[in-house]
């Protein structure tokens, strides 16, 4: 008799679990994480209509989530990375440069910087004064700085950048797409995608554009086919685009400037609640949509969940 009870009570013990999760039991609050990162909407036919919470749909994977938040990014950290390995002929450029730094809204924090031996030479700091980061550009070293890799020397600047909470970050990367440094011909470069992590864990957008390396070594149709392919997935899946006219040198670059502004006049910051990212976090699929029918969305293929506490 008293075995008949103890396992009437066992079994009472057992059902109890069963008939939460049979319910649908939510994800515990303390295991539910804030994930935060940015969405640019991009109009079919022309400037994309202004978006509310409810226009948006957002999904984890398959699984659709809840938005928990969908607002404006004020602030803006924009950084411009130039390749020192670029053909110097790249300065003929700069003047459209400097009038797309200079028409950036007084909430944009500009940066500049040049890529070179694997790291970033930070030439003017981030600031609010646009005509002082512009002033910070000038003629890449050219074939002398072929020793260089723009995804490490991109890495090695993300890693230095200051907390910003909660604001947009982009990055203006102007390069031939090649590693010198730890590249050769293989279709994708060994450190393409632990650069796309850093970007993606950081909230990054990569905005690449493609320009001729200085010399000769950097200019097979090959090589600079791959190359352009690894600026093009740096991009997309960090929520961004990637602007080349072939294997040939643009005539300007203000087109592509230009068309990077309009996307940075329509980012929002789009936060859901994600479920448990494990000991060390682990990245996931993200896609946003919307039942607009004049609107597309730039987003990160991936987004980073925070490890559980």
Do not use: C
């Not at 670059?253 to 448990?276: P, V, W």
Request: net charge neutral.
């Amino acid at each position: 008799m008293k075995g008949k009870i103890l396992m009437r009570r066992v079994l009472r013990f057992l059902a109890v679990p069963v008939l939460m999760f049979g319910l649908g039991a939510e994800i515990p609050a303390a295991a539910a994480k804030d994930v935060t990162f940015t969405v640019t909407a991009v109009g079919k036919k022309g400037a994309p209509p202004p978006l509310a919470k409810e226009d948006v749909q957002a999904y984890q994977n398959k699984e659709r989530v809840q938005v928990a938040d969908w607002k404006r990014g004020e602030n803006l950290f924009l950084a411009v990375l130039i390749d020192e390995s670029l053909d110097s002929d790249v300065a003929s450029q700069w003047n459209d440069l400097k009038a797309f730094i200079n028409a950036q809204p007084q909430n944009t924090y500009i940066a500049v910087a040049y890529a070179r031996n694997g790291s970033a030479m930070v030439a003017q700091d981030f600031t609010q004064d646009h005509a002082l980061a512009a002033k910070a550009l000038r003629i890449p070293i050219g074939a002398q700085g072929a020793f260089s890799s723009p995804y490490l020397s991109l890495q090695d600047w993300l890693k230095r950048w200051p907390s910003s909470g909660g604001d947009r970050r982009s990055v203006v990367l102007v390069s031939s797409g090649i590693d010198f440094f730890r590249g050769g011909f293989d279709p994708l470069d060994p450190d393409l995608q632990s650069t796309i992590e850093r970007a993606q864990k950081q909230n990054v957008n990569i905005w690449t554009i493609y320009y001729p390396g200085g010399g000769h070594v950097g200019r097979g149709y090959f090589r600079v086919f791959n190359a352009q392919t690894n600026l093009s997935k740096l991009s997309e899946e960090t929520g961004a685009e990637s602007y080349y006219l072939g294997i040939q040198r643009p005539v300007t670059l203000k087109a592509y400037f230009d068309e990077i502004q309009e996307h940075l006049n329509n980012q929002y910051l789009l936060t859901f609640q994600s479920g448990d990212g494990g000991k060390k976090g682990k990245f996931d699929r993200v896609r946003v949509s919307s039942e607009s029918p004049n609107v597309q969305f730039l987003v990160p293929s991936e987004v980073f969940l925070p490890a559980s506490q």
